[in-house]
């Protein structure tokens, strides 16, 4: 696809979600604040509270559209890593909107809500559904997406990325669409159809981290793996596989080889209702 005379790259991406999720939680207050916990939490901020978190940035947002007068303390569970393609912050910001609208007591149209998503990202409108999208725009416009079906191993060596780095260094357009229509008949043809794609992004983000085709080579090298992709602007990788068991034991094996890398099985999630929690869910989406 091509790119706006203002920068913004024209995006042809399938969106699934997955299991593998920051948990937002918020309570009512009298100013906004945010405190980010859990294992991932260091790469966010220093003594585990945040500025520039776009959660914070999303309630504040949310709160001068709607005339809140009010706030919110909200704590976030990290276990997504930072700027790793999975959508994390985006999902995370999502989350917020959903969860403020209800802390507040707010009822936002779905067109105005989509429209506070994409003023925060690209990402952030599909985020708000939690379910597998076609995402083309900028990413405010969204297609329904075949049912799919599989099993994933999220692979992220922990090198910093940077996404704007990884789209500078595309040298130009992306591929020709492909549109994905029909849902996979048996088991293979997800991998048999994704393989006919591309992620334009990998040679630039290959580019700048080296890394990135170890990690593709590790994956595909795993048995049962039906195809190895990196998600998003990287440089996070997944590995596809049929049987859950293939894909566990497949990240048990990387995590041996490798004990310096993020690693995780999952299930691809069709059904949001599955996303949801007692505490609003930022899902990874690769």
Not at 120 to 125: F, H, I, N
Not at 132 to 146: T, Y
Not at 213 to 237: D, I, N, Q, Y
Request: with cysteine; proline share 8%; net charge negative.
């Amino acid at each position: 696809m091509g790119r706006r005379a203002d920068g913004y790259h024209l995006l042809d991406s399938l969106v699934v979600f997955t299991e593998v999720h920051d948990t937002l939680t918020v309570a009512p207050a009298a100013t906004l604040s945010l405190s980010v916990r859990g294992p991932l939490a260091p790469a966010l901020a220093v003594d585990g509270a945040t500025e520039d978190n776009l959660v914070l940035r999303a309630a504040r947002e949310f709160g001068l559209w709607a005339g809140v007068a009010g706030g919110a303390r909200m704590t976030l569970l990290k276990r997504i890593p930072v700027a790793a393609g999975l959508g994390g912050g985006s999902s995370d910001a999502a989350a917020a909107l959903r969860a403020l609208s209800r802390l507040w007591g707010l009822s936002p149209s779905p067109a105005a809500l989509a429209g506070l998503a994409l003023d925060l990202g690209a990402d952030v409108p599909v985020c708000l559904d939690r379910i597998a999208r076609r995402v083309s725009g900028i990413g405010q416009n969204l297609a329904p997406a075949p049912a799919l079906d599989g099993h994933l191993v999220l692979a992220n060596p922990r090198l910093p990325l940077a996404t704007g780095a990884v789209f500078a260094g595309l040298g130009g357009a992306f591929g020709p669409a492909d549109p994905m229509t029909a849902a996979p008949a048996a088991p293979g043809d997800l991998g048999a159809m994704l393989a006919r794609r591309r992620n334009d992004l990998e040679r630039p983000a290959i580019r700048l981290v080296p890394a990135i085709a170890g990690v593709l080579g590790a994956l595909e090298s795993l048995p049962g793996c039906r195809l190895a992709r990196m998600s998003g602007s990287g440089p996070t990788c997944f590995g596809l596989f049929d049987e859950p068991g293939d894909a566990e034991r497949g990240a048990a094996t990387l995590a041996r080889a490798h004990p310096d890398w993020w690693l995780v099985a999952t299930p691809i999630v069709s059904d949001a209702a599955v996303l949801a929690s007692v505490a609003e869910n930022g899902p990874d989406a690769p």
